[in-house]
């Protein structure tokens, strides 16, 4: 279990990984949530309520619509991507509910598969070394980001 820093290198109430003693937020899971990644982060998901990070580097938000409260300035955004986002029917249907995110993970795919904005995303991926996909939704565990992350990991290992 992470634990909070209190005195050392990091403000309080970072949340510090116990194997590697440094800022959760350095330390990536696979898409598979295997093992951690360090070094090259590659392909990121982060809520764009989060502060912008000079490790972020170039920052995609893939919402169809504009986070509430938001202002772009604080967004710090190089690119909006709302085709990339799953349609409006697939997403109201899901609803953020996990019981039904197995089945919204098939569907989105399918919706990645045949849509053409998704090839922009994979040349953003491979011209840029850092890419962050900022959403919107409360559960960082439950959300179309991480499906779509690991679209963009499965079809840049295929190449």
Not at 58 to 81: I, Q
Not at 121 to 140: F, Q, S
Request: aromatic share 10%.
């Amino acid at each position: 279990m992470p634990k909070l820093a209190g005195m050392g290198p990091f403000p309080p109430k970072t949340v510090v990984s116990p194997s590697f003693g440094i800022p959760l937020s350095y330390v990536r899971l696979t898409s598979r949530g295997r093992k951690p990644i360090m070094g090259r982060m590659g392909i990121a998901i982060k809520r764009i309520y989060e502060s912008p990070e000079a490790p972020d580097g170039y920052r995609v938000l893939v919402d169809r619509l504009w986070p509430r409260g938001m202002t772009k300035e604080r967004a710090a955004l190089d690119l909006w991507m709302k085709d990339v986002a799953p349609s409006p029917q697939l997403r109201k249907w899901f609803g953020h509910d996990p019981a039904r995110f197995a089945e919204f993970r098939a569907q989105y795919i399918a919706e990645l598969d045949a849509n053409a904005a998704t090839e922009e995303l994979l040349r953003i991926c491979a011209e840029y070394p850092d890419v962050t996909l900022l959403y919107a939704a409360k559960d960082p565990q439950v959300n179309h980001a991480l499906v779509l992350r690991d679209y963009l990991e499965d079809a840049t290992a295929a190449k």
